[in-house]
């Protein structure tokens, strides 16, 4: 049984609608479930979403049959991966779930809107104290929101046309945006967890001392029961 902190409801829509009918027929064989929920004409009962998770075990098969996933150490589009991570909460934009952890020389932000967050685990408030942080975290929060629902096709194109940055589209300079990741690791404090994730890279840069920030925009956030 799986322990879901955080569900992207616009991924997993995103992604089920693009499964093509015959695919979604043996999904929903595969996983027990009426097609209905994967085809979207089941809804839940008011306050209970208990097609979510359905859809998003459909959504993950689709990826990792129609994408190439990957770890962390060999990132793509999509990485899969286990990480100890910190559950943090920046005061300028409450309204974005983050979770940051760091392995070796890679220091990872997963981000994604807060609407999404299943799990009730209370994060620590982090002060970097820094004068631009109003401005990227911001700049942060509006770039989630509209990359979220783009498909992976649209955002390549975005980082083709931004020259492979996601941080230029969103009108941040990517020294700023991978100091703030990094200064989000060193000023949070907070117990550790370990969690499973699968999601899309939207940023990633070297800084000069060699370590490597990141940011992923999760489809899941699962904890690991007994991992610490």
Known sequence: MRDYIYIS?????????????????RFAFEL?????????????????????????LAA???????RVVKTLETPKEWVRDMLDVRHILLEENPNVFMIIGRRDNIIVLLAGSAAHVVGTAAPETVNIGASYLPFL?????????????MTDEKLRLLRNEYGGSVASA?????DELASMIYNLWQFSHSIEFRIEFLGRELFTSKRPDEITCCIISPLYVQTMTGAS
């Open 170 to 174: 969103s009108g941040v300079c990517e």
């Open 9 to 25: 409801r616009a991924k997993v829509d995103l992604y089920v609608d693009q499964i093509p009918e015959p695919v979604k027929k």
């Open 137 to 149: 975290a911001k700049a942060l929060e509006k770039s989630l929101s509209r990359m979220d629902a």
């Open 60 to 66: 993950e098969k689709f990826i990792e049959a129609e």
């Open 32 to 56: 027990g479930v009426n097609l209905g929920i994967l085809r979207g004409t089941i809804k839940s009962v008011p306050g209970k979403d208990d097609s979510l998770v359905p859809r998003l």
